[in-house]
């Protein structure tokens, strides 16, 4: 139940981020804006683990991997998708990002030789297929120019970045090293390493914003980081990232049902299909095997004891 909650909450948390986002852009420089947002949430970070006194000594190696967790999970792909998306739709850089499903599998089995159920990989499939079909109206007016290259390499640079960082908080809980602990260094480390990337780059520091502006970096600061963050990486330990990374994969429903209620939003035939199978995906991604072989076979005892002898 704890780990179902846990899903729940990421799912709703970061699929309702895409919206705040839009509040984001435009005014402030994207980058500083990444700083104000990891800057707010290392300070409530940093605050928790005051009030509840946790343990933050670590070794120099820990410290090693708080600085590539900020890196790959805190900074560096949260720029590389934003450049990816002068270049690409949101709905490309969805499908792409969709991919840290698929690059979560692999890794997994690449550092931590951990076999892979064949369920996770059709799960994941359809997964990605339900992506695709929610998009398809805006990918029929694909045009594979020199520049959607670009911002497909980097969107798919930005998800293979995330996924290292996952398996790097992966590598933190194997190492005991708490949740809480973790993000409050690697949110830390992100806060300092984008302070430094600003004042190198053209972009200047402003605080002449809107108030949703201002609304939307607290919401994504303390639900999308702090809370969700600490969500999924709960997740990655307790079910492993290659179950808990199809929560990737529901964000844009999340992000379609709000859009519907909020936006307009008409569903159409592909709609259904894409939600129907992102659906499916994750009920096979999230069943064990075990379960399923006792449903059907409870399904055939029940079948056959019906029948009239």
Known sequence: MKSIALYTLTVLI???????????????????????????????????????????????????????LALCNFGLNY??????????TSAMTSIAFSMLLIM??????????????????????LGVLGIICLFWPQLQQFDL?????????????GTFVASLGNMVSVRNSHQQIGVMQGNAWGMLYSAIGLLFYVIISDAQFSLSAPASYWYSLVYL???????????????LRNIGPERASYVIVLFPLVAVALSTLFEGFIW??????????????????????????????????????SIPG
């Open 145 to 157: 120019s020199n520049g959607v290259l670009v911002g497909l390499l980097l969107a798919l640079s």
């Open 104 to 125: 979560n599998i692999i890794n997994t089995r690449l550092f931590f030789g951990k076999p892979i159920a064949k369920r996770i990989y059709s799960g994941a499939i």
């Open 268 to 305: 159409q035939t592909n709609t259904f299909i894409g939600f129907s199978l992102v659906l499916v995906g994750n009920a096979i991604v999230l069943t064990p095997t075990k379960r399923i072989k006792a449903f059907f076979a409870a399904r055939s005892l029940q079948q056959k004891s």
């Open 221 to 235: 600061s303390v639900f999308g980081t702090v809370i969700a963050f600490a969500c999924y990486f709960a997740l």
């Open 14 to 68: 970061w699929g309702s981020t895409w919206l705040a986002i839009e509040f984001q852009l435009g005014d402030i420089a994207v980058e500083v804006s990444l700083f104000y947002r990891f800057s707010l949430a290392a300070i409530l970070m940093w605050m928790w683990v005051g009030v509840k006194k946790l343990p933050m000594n670590y070794t120099r190696r820990d410290h090693g991997f708080f600085v590539l």
């Open 79 to 88: 720029l590389v998708l934003y450049w990816a998306q002068n270049y690409l």
